[in-house]
């Protein structure tokens, strides 16, 4: 092959990648979310894609911009359309990278109106919305899958269960404790738990070059 081609490393491969935040409806105007930004999984989106990826991108709520237009963006808006858009791409999919903030519980009825103010507190009652990631795991063939684990207390510890209970073969961890790292900044600092339970640990940097890291060690795996 000629060296114009060898720059591809991802020619032909077929990426499903979660980015962004979800958005639980509690009524037609309100809803239960997080800060999450989307640079994280935008940033993986665009450097496969470079790296000549086939990426479809499903997103939650974000103000980013893609600057790939090869990229397939699928926006949705609660934990469930952004499960429901996973699975349908999974089958076809050679890697899977879930780096979304998936909200963990959404209302159980979602008011038809608007809720009025009232005397005293209001009570909301959540129900815990699907696993994505576990589900993928489950169902999980050919596919590289990849997680993210955001942990404040036992950080490794916890990245490893959750690698093992959803099947996965890489969980980067996500520190909150450093400066540099977290949900709306540009940098990130992240540890690698890999399916044999090594942890490397890498230096705090901005988030395009810890996408390279994660692709690059993508690229390593599933060569192999
Ligand atoms: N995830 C998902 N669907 C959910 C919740 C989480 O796909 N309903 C994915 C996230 O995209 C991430 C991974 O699971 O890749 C871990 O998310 P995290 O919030 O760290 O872990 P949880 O399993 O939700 O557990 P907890 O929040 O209690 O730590
Ligand atoms: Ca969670």
Known sequence: EN????????????????????????????????HSSGKMGYAIAETAAELGAEV??????????LENDFIKIIRVTSAEEMYNAAHEYFNKSDVAILSAAVADYRPADVASEKIKKKTG??????????????????????????????????????????????????IVLNSLRDE???????????????KDNKVLPFPVKPK?????????????????
């Open 208 to 224: 395009k070059e810890v996408a390279e890291d994660i692709l690059k060690y993508i690229i390593e795996q599933t060569n192999a």
């Open 121 to 170: 507190a209001l009570t909301l009652q959540l129900t815990k919305t699907k696993d994505i990631l576990a589900s993928l795991g489950q169902i999980k063939k050919q596919q590289f899958l990849v997680g993210f684990a955001l942990e404040t207390q036992n950080e490794e510890e916890n990245a490893k269960l959750k690698l093992k209970k959803k099947n996965l073969d890489l």
């Open 3 to 34: 060296d114009l081609l060898k720059k591809l490393p991802l020619r032909g491969k077929k990426f499903l990648i979660t980015a962004g935040p979800t958005y639980e409806a509690i009524d037609p105007v309100r809803f239960i979310g997080n």
């Open 56 to 65: 479809v991108l499903i997103s939650g709520p974000s103000a980013l911009k």
């Open 180 to 194: 540099g790292a977290g949900f709306q900044v540009d940098t990130n600092k992240i540890t690698f738990i890999t």
